[in-house]
Nanobody, 120 residues
């Protein structure tokens, strides 16, 4: 059974930082592309960051320069460091696992999500 368990969400003031972590089990972590998506109230889900098994990263333009994704294959953990947060970053953040095909991240698994709220 695949499990992606997020942690690290919470309430932070604008300009602050948060680090999200996702512990994966039930998959061969090292061969999967991992990522983070988010969904803000009233908006569609948005893929914000992904990292391939080889460590290549892709960051959405909307968060580039503020969010960094990393992975620890030994611990089966993928992390999202978020800096200079704004109220527009308020959303539920989901951990993703999948594959990369033709440069696109194909998401096969989703975590339950963790709430990030940024106050102004």
């Amino acid at each position: 059974q695949v499990q992606l368990v997020e942690s690290g969400g919470g309430l932070v003031q604008a300009g602050g930082s948060l680090r999200l972590s996702c512990a994966a089990s039930g998959i061969t972590f090292s061969i999967h592309t991992m990522g983070w998506s988010r969904q803000a109230p009233g908006k569609q889900r948005e893929l914000v960051a992904s990292i391939t098994s080889g460590g290549n990263t892709n960051i959405a333009d909307s968060v580039k320069g503020r969010l960094t994704i990393s992975r620890d294959n030994a611990k089966s953990i993928v992390s999202l460091q978020m800096n200079s947060l704004t109220p527009e970053d308020t959303a539920v953040y989901y951990c993703n696992a999948g594959t990369t095909r033709n440069g696109r991240f194909i998401i096969n698994y989703w975590g339950q999500g963790t709430q990030v709220t940024v106050s102004s």
